[in-house]
């Protein structure tokens, strides 16, 4: 197989992914306090990039059902880390905001996490460095929602 084949990046892409998630997994699981679990965290950070977003929006980013984001969220507002807010044009809708808690808990995760990828990647040449952006660069733009398809954004 051509290593530039679609095939061939295809293949890379599910041997390497899980093992930088699962390195930013552990890291961000280290930083983020230990009151909050691990599906707390994500949609926390789901909600700082969708301000406002429903339960029905943590839900679908999750893959949960909508009784088990709730109780999730449930647990975000008892930490006084999430707001539920009431919508002034459908009284069924709810907006959830993260509070300025919420927001420092994701913001120190998320820089302390980064710190210690750039410790890691800090010992490749700088070309090598340069290729992994150009890389990450080019699935961002391959895997990014279409303007079309309105979805939320995941990244």
Do not use: Y
Not at 23 to 34: K, T
Not at 90 to 118: E, K, M, N, P, Y
């Amino acid at each position: 197989m051509e290593p530039s084949s679609p095939a061939a990046c295809a293949s890379r892409i599910l041997e390497t992914v899980p093992l930088v998630m699962q390195f930013v997994r552990a890291e961000m699981r280290s930083r983020r306090g230990p009151r909050i679990s691990v599906p707390q965290f994500r949609s926390l950070r789901f909600l700082e990039r969708n301000p406002g977003g429903s339960p029905s929006d943590v839900a679908e980013w999750m893959g949960l059902t909508l009784p088990a984001a709730s109780r999730l969220i449930d647990g975000l507002v008892e930490n006084g880390l999430l707001t539920r807010e009431g919508s002034s044009v459908d009284r069924r809708r709810i907006h959830l905001r993260l509070t300025a808690r919420g927001r420092d808990l994701v913001r120190s995760a998320r820089a302390g996490t980064l710190a210690r990828l750039a410790e890691v990647l800090e010992p490749l040449p700088k070309d090598r460095r340069a290729a992994v952006a150009e890389a990450m660069d080019a699935l961002r733009l391959a895997f990014s929602p279409r303007p079309s398809e309105g979805k939320v954004e995941a990244g």
